[in-house]
């Protein structure tokens, strides 16, 4: 198999070191390990700028859908309605657990170009007094959009409801208050922007919130609340740890706090992100989303003709050394770029001369 650099939302391009960490296999009882488990715990109460005094944080076995599953079965109870926010298919996914969970919800549905309206949020609020939590992506993987969390946060705390917030794909990458913000559970994974390779998800949740959740969850494995039970004592995960994972994890942290730490990390995808949405632009190809809406995470364009290939480009890329991702739209013909992972300005720079030739070659035989 040949290598490349993967432009794709998770799993993404890490490092050389934080590779090097899975080579030795770890004890799950071993005292070194569960350390492991509660420095990271630590630290990611700072990288979201909150206290332990205030919030908590746990680990999950599982990709990140598993982890929004464990919060919204755990947080959500059988009395309990939840108003989901949707503008992409990941906010659709909170919706369709919603369904299987067979939990109390309205949906809110909003254009994929578009961001959610606070005074439709509002209205929704003031209409239904059984709502008791709202739920909405920061940043939709699915279009590249970022979702205005702290003015939602602000309306819901004003009707004071438990705010669930999946930031899957931002946390790490964006920064963000937690507590300025009125989350109660903040959802990410290993393998978006701190860097690290796929296999848990992580939960930062406002403690007094969270155990209220005893006995609520209809699953075993999923049970967020008895997970951080076992965890909070020691470091112990329930049943199998995801040992390389957990120590890939704890390097790629060290590495983002080298890098400066969200704020240096977010400057890097922003400006790469930059470098590739204005690049692609002079060579025709338009965003779906717009300069101001758009997050420094992941870009979608449209197809710049009808002739183009989809299928052409990606395999061309890919010989040139760059995974890109295909759109996830169902009305336009899109295409998508990832900006984050260990992607530096000479990878954009050679990404884009990459694009512009084949934009040429292209040209010259029509
Ligand atoms: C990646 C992602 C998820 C989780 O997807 P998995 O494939 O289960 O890891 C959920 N929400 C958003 C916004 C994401 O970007």
Not at 213 to 237: F, H, I, P, T
Not at 326 to 344: A, E
Request: glycine share 6%; proline share 3%.
């Amino acid at each position: 198999m040949s290598s490349y650099k993967l432009l794709t939302p998770g799993p993404l391009t890490t490092t050389e070191k934080v590779k090097r960490e899975m080579l030795i296999d770890r004890c799950t009882w071993d005292d070194d390990y569960k350390n492991v488990t509660q420095v990271i715990r630590k630290q990611l109460l700072d990288l979201a700028q909150v206290d332990e005094s205030e919030y908590t944080a746990v680990l999950m076995q599982g990709s990140g859908s598993f982890i929004v599953e464990s919060v919204l079965t755990t947080a959500i109870g059988e009395e309990d309605k939840v108003l989901i926010l949707a503008n992409g298919a990941y906010g659709e996914r909170i919706v369709e657990m919603a369904e299987v969970l067979k939990l109390q919800h309205v949906v809110y549905s909003v254009p994929y170009d578009e961001q959610p309206s606070l005074l439709e949020v509002q209205a929704l609020l003031e209409k239904d007094p059984s709502i008791t939590h709202v739920a909405v992506v920061h940043c939709e993987t699915t279009t590249g959009i970022l979702n205005p969390i702290k003015e939602i946060g602000e309306v819901v705390h004003s009707f004071n409801k438990t705010f669930i917030v999946d930031a899957m794909s931002s946390f790490g990458g964006v920064p963000m208050d937690l507590s300025g913000l009125y989350i109660d559970f903040c959802i990410s994974s290993a393998n978006k922007c701190i860097q690290g390779v796929p296999g848990f998800g992580f939960v930062i949740a406002k403690t007094e919130v969270l155990e209220k959740c005893n006995g609520q969850a209809r699953s075993v494995a999923l049970d967020l609340y008895n997970q951080w039970e076992v965890m909070k004592k020691d470091g112990k995960w329930r049943f199998t740890s995801p040992t390389h994972v957990v120590a890939a994890f704890a390097k790629a942290l060290e590495e983002l706090l080298e890098e400066g730490g969200i704020r240096a990390r977010y400057e890097r995808y922003a400006k790469n992100n930059h470098l590739l949405r204005s690049r692609l632009s002079a060579l025709g190809f338009k965003a779906y989303i717009t300069e101001e809406l758009q997050s420094p995470i992941i870009t979608t364009f449209l197809f710049p003709h009808k002739e183009f290939s989809f299928e052409h480009f990606y395999h061309e890329m890919k010989k040139a050394g760059f995974v890109i991702y295909p759109g996830k739209l169902t009305d336009v013909d899109t295409f998508r770029v990832g900006n984050i992972g260990d992607i530096h300005e000479e990878d954009m720079l050679a990404l884009c001369e990459v694009i512009e030739n084949y934009m040429v070659v292209k040209n010259n035989e029509n």
